[in-house]
């Protein structure tokens, strides 16, 4: 089974940025499509940003195009998410998911998650 592990997550003042990683346990992990996901205290959980298997193809919520950008490095099982000009808005758990063999922005179309990683946008 798949286990995803994100980190990077903190503390960060208004505008600044942080960078995000979700290692994959195999490395067969190419295989997958891995999107991102962000939780805001009170919130649901909603789609941030999604990569296809072959590293191509990404796609941004409105929210965070223009800001947020996503790769994969295969030979490190890892996926990254650089998040620029962050805002209060973008606070929240960041999640890491895996599936195949399309990006979609529905939670429930992701087989395998991380356990998540906390940004917290603040000065």
């Known amino acids: 089974q798949l286990q995803l592990a994100e980190s990077g997550g903190g503390l960060v003042q208004p505008g600044g940025s942080l960078r995000l990683s979700c290692t994959a346990s195999?490395?067969?992990?190419?295989?997958?499509?891995r999107g991102w996901f962000r939780q805001a205290p009170g919130k649901e959980r909603e789609w941030v940003s999604c990569i296809g298997s072959s590293a191509t193809n990404t796609y941004y919520a409105d929210s965070v195009k223009g800001r947020f950008t996503i790769s994969r490095d295969s030979a490190k099982n890892t996926v990254y998410l650089q998040m620029d000009r962050l805002n209060a808005e973008d606070t929240g758990v960041y999640y890491c998911?895996?599936?195949?063999?399309?990006?979609?922005?529905?939670?429930?179309?992701?087989?395998?998650w991380g356990r998540g990683t906390e940004v917290t946008v603040s000065s």
């Open positions: 195999e490395s067969t992990s190419d295989y997958y499509v």
């Open positions: 998911a895996a599936t195949h063999p399309y990006c979609t922005p529905y939670i429930a179309d992701f087989t395998y």
